[in-house]
């Protein structure tokens, strides 16, 4: 079915100029780049957006390294959006990432990995209506 997923180039990904690169693969693949835009997370945003993480070992530096730099957030359309786009991506940690996804080519470590994609169709539409309405998409 056709899905949509919300995507975020993360902050390592913006200072080494690689979203162009990271939008090609994402073209490549056959998703589409329905939305997009740069933004500087606020603490709360950051804190928001990564609420079901709060009891982790890592929430605070993970929210730290999320509002370090600019980021890109981003909504895929395409055929199975969701499962696409994490197969794209690759494993959470690079280290795990088969070869030739994004995190395998490009993410620096488990915190900075260039990338975050939705892990489901349910938290996708919670995800993309957190930084995103309905007239800011053009499917
Ligand atoms: P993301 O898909 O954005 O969702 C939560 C993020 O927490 C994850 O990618 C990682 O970048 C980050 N993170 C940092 N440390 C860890 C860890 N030990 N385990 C899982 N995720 C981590």
Redesign the pocket.
Known sequence: ALERTLS?I?PDATRRNLTGKINARFEEAGLRIVAQKRVRLTKEQAEGF?AV?RE???FG??VA?MISGPVVVQVLEGEGAVAKNREIMGA??PANAAAGTIRADFAES????S???S?SLENAAIEVAYFFSQCEIAG
């Open positions: 975020i993360k990564y993480h982790r070992s890592f530096e993970l390294f959470t940690n488990i915190e900075a990995n990338v975050h994609g892990d």
